[in-house]
């Protein structure tokens, strides 16, 4: 049996993992040339989704490719889901975002436009506060409700949150975000 793998299948592998992403870099980490990313893409198998970032079209679509998309689409290895749309993932809100909201690093910029479905926050994260969430690097549950308190999100919708998010938040960290929120008005 032959075990030689072709370019699209190499970028399949990764996309599979990536709810049908894959960027260059990860491209030219396993060996796929820019030229053969260029001729993927002129015919049509390949999706260019902006620069650097790529759709493979065999993979199935998911309810999270949005979020995906906006992680990678930074290009920075430490991106994350978080603010609201890290809330929304944890399902402890109803809170509804209408844009999907990453992270990066505080010493990244961004020097392209951003989408306008997409939010970019600079903030330096440990380990600890970075979780996975359906394959998508993720802010923590305790992490996301932070960022919520400092963002403005509204106070029943972080109210909703700690209280619902007994199986996710340690009640020590409940009770000391349930203090930052009484004195945010304070």
Avoid at 156 to 184: F, G, H, K, N
Wanted: net charge neutral; aromatic share 6%.
């Amino acid at each position: 049996m032959n075990d030689v793998l072709t370019d699209l299948e190499r970028l399949r592998e990764i996309a599979l993992d990536q709810h049908g992403f894959v960027t260059s870099k990860q491209a030219l980490d396993v060996g796929v040339s820019f030229a053969s990313l260029s001729m993927m893409a002129r015919r049509s198998r390949l999706e260019k989704v902006s620069r650097g970032l790529f759709k493979v079209p065999q993979v199935s679509a998911t309810p999270h490719d949005s979020k995906m998309k906006a992680v990678l689409w930074t290009g920075f290895p430490e991106t994350c889901l978080s603010h609201d749309s890290a809330l929304d993932a944890w399902e402890i809100s109803d809170i509804n975002p209408d844009k999907v909201h990453v992270t990066v690093a505080a010493r990244r910029r961004i020097t392209r436009a951003v989408p306008l479905s997409f939010v970019v926050h600079n903030e330096d994260l440990t380990p600890e506060q970075v979780t996975w969430w359906q394959g998508i690097p993720t802010v923590t549950a305790t992490t996301a409700i932070r960022q919520c308190l400092v963002s403005g999100v509204p106070t029943y919708l972080i109210r909703q949150a700690l209280e619902r998010s007994a199986r996710l938040v340690p009640t020590d960290q409940r009770e000391q975000l349930t203090r930052l929120m009484e004195d945010r008005y304070a």
